[in-house]
Protein backbone atom coordinates (compact mmCIF):
# COMPACT_ATOMS: atom_id res chain seq x y z
CA UNK A 1 0.00 0.00 0.00
CA UNK A 2 1.33 3.57 -0.97
CA UNK A 3 0.19 6.39 1.01
CA UNK A 4 0.44 9.86 0.08
CA UNK A 5 -0.17 12.64 2.21
CA UNK A 6 -1.40 16.19 1.58
CA UNK A 7 -2.93 19.54 3.55
CA UNK A 8 0.43 20.01 5.59
CA UNK A 9 0.79 23.80 6.08
CA UNK A 10 1.16 26.74 8.67
CA UNK A 11 -1.93 28.40 10.29
CA UNK A 12 -2.14 30.78 13.33
CA UNK A 13 -2.97 29.35 17.00
CA UNK A 14 -6.60 28.53 16.62
CA UNK A 15 -7.23 27.81 13.18
CA UNK A 16 -7.82 24.84 11.41
CA UNK A 17 -6.17 22.21 9.08
CA UNK A 18 -7.21 19.02 7.53
CA UNK A 19 -4.68 16.61 6.37
CA UNK A 20 -5.89 13.87 3.72
CA UNK A 21 -4.00 10.21 2.96
CA UNK A 22 -4.77 8.52 0.15
CA UNK A 23 -3.81 4.88 -0.43
CA UNK A 24 -2.63 3.87 -3.98
CA UNK A 25 -5.19 0.66 -3.67
CA UNK A 26 -7.51 -1.00 -0.78
CA UNK A 27 -5.63 -3.53 0.42
CA UNK A 28 -7.95 -6.45 1.97
CA UNK A 29 -5.02 -7.01 4.72
CA UNK A 30 -5.11 -3.18 5.96
CA UNK A 31 -7.88 -2.17 7.90
CA UNK A 32 -6.73 0.10 10.14
CA UNK A 33 -5.49 3.53 9.25
CA UNK A 34 -4.02 5.77 11.77
CA UNK A 35 -1.95 9.36 11.62
CA UNK A 36 0.95 9.98 13.62
CA UNK A 37 3.36 13.18 14.67
CA UNK A 38 7.19 13.78 15.36
CA UNK A 39 8.03 17.31 16.53
CA UNK A 40 11.91 18.12 16.42
CA UNK A 41 13.41 16.38 19.00
CA UNK A 42 10.66 14.34 20.22
CA UNK A 43 9.57 10.40 19.86
CA UNK A 44 6.76 9.93 17.16
CA UNK A 45 2.72 9.82 18.58
CA UNK A 46 -0.05 8.28 17.48
CA UNK A 47 -2.75 11.05 16.89
CA UNK A 48 -5.72 9.11 15.89
CA UNK A 49 -6.50 5.94 13.84
CA UNK A 50 -9.63 4.41 12.38
CA UNK A 51 -10.82 1.07 11.77
CA UNK A 52 -12.01 -0.57 8.87
CA UNK A 53 -15.75 -0.34 10.54
CA UNK A 54 -15.11 3.40 11.66
CA UNK A 55 -14.47 2.98 14.97
CA UNK A 56 -11.85 5.61 15.61
CA UNK A 57 -9.67 6.19 18.60
CA UNK A 58 -7.78 9.62 19.75
CA UNK A 59 -5.12 10.43 21.62
CA UNK A 60 -5.66 12.47 24.63
CA UNK A 61 -3.79 15.42 23.20
CA UNK A 62 -6.09 15.93 20.33
CA UNK A 63 -9.59 14.39 21.44
CA UNK A 64 -12.75 17.35 21.14
CA UNK A 65 -10.36 19.11 18.56
CA UNK A 66 -9.13 16.71 15.47
CA UNK A 67 -11.99 14.05 13.71
CA UNK A 68 -10.25 10.82 11.77
CA UNK A 69 -12.45 10.02 8.56
CA UNK A 70 -12.70 7.80 5.81
CA UNK A 71 -14.22 8.17 2.71
CA UNK A 72 -16.54 5.02 1.51
CA UNK A 73 -14.16 3.87 -0.76
CA UNK A 74 -11.83 3.49 2.35
CA UNK A 75 -8.95 5.14 0.32
CA UNK A 76 -8.40 8.29 1.58
CA UNK A 77 -8.41 8.80 5.91
CA UNK A 78 -8.84 12.70 6.84
CA UNK A 79 -7.50 14.20 9.76
CA UNK A 80 -9.33 17.51 10.69
CA UNK A 81 -7.75 19.57 13.09
CA UNK A 82 -9.74 22.45 14.32
CA UNK A 83 -8.35 24.99 17.56
CA UNK A 84 -4.43 23.86 16.59
CA UNK A 85 -2.09 25.55 19.00
CA UNK A 86 2.18 25.92 18.74
CA UNK A 87 1.86 22.06 20.24
CA UNK A 88 0.93 20.28 17.20
CA UNK A 89 3.62 21.66 15.63
CA UNK A 90 5.22 18.61 13.38
CA UNK A 91 5.66 16.39 10.97
CA UNK A 92 2.62 14.16 10.03
CA UNK A 93 2.57 10.84 9.03
CA UNK A 94 -0.44 8.43 7.98
CA UNK A 95 0.11 4.87 8.11
CA UNK A 96 -1.70 1.38 7.74
CA UNK A 97 -2.13 -1.79 9.39
CA UNK A 98 -4.05 -4.70 10.15
CA UNK A 99 -6.79 -4.27 13.21
CA UNK A 100 -6.93 -1.03 15.53
CA UNK A 101 -5.43 -3.17 18.32
CA UNK A 102 -1.95 -1.03 19.74
CA UNK A 103 -3.09 1.80 17.23
CA UNK A 104 -0.50 4.31 18.92
CA UNK A 105 2.54 2.27 18.51
CA UNK A 106 3.93 3.12 15.50
CA UNK A 107 5.83 -0.03 14.72
CA UNK A 108 2.56 -2.24 14.26
CA UNK A 109 2.17 0.06 11.22
CA UNK A 110 3.26 -1.65 7.70
CA UNK A 111 2.95 0.99 5.49
CA UNK A 112 3.96 4.77 5.83
CA UNK A 113 3.65 8.24 4.04
CA UNK A 114 6.31 10.49 3.81
CA UNK A 115 4.59 13.06 5.68
CA UNK A 116 3.65 16.49 5.74
CA UNK A 117 4.68 19.18 7.78
CA UNK A 118 2.00 21.13 10.16
CA UNK A 119 3.44 24.51 11.49
CA UNK A 120 1.40 26.33 14.39
CA UNK A 121 2.47 29.97 15.40
Known amino acids: VQLVESGGGSVQAGGSLTLSCAAS????????MGWFRQAPGKAREGVAAVGYEGTTTYADSVRGRFTISQDNAKSTVYLQMNNLNPDDTAMYYC?????????????????WGQGTQVTVS
Open 25 to 32: FESPDTNC
Open 95 to 111: AAKVGLGRWWIDHEYND
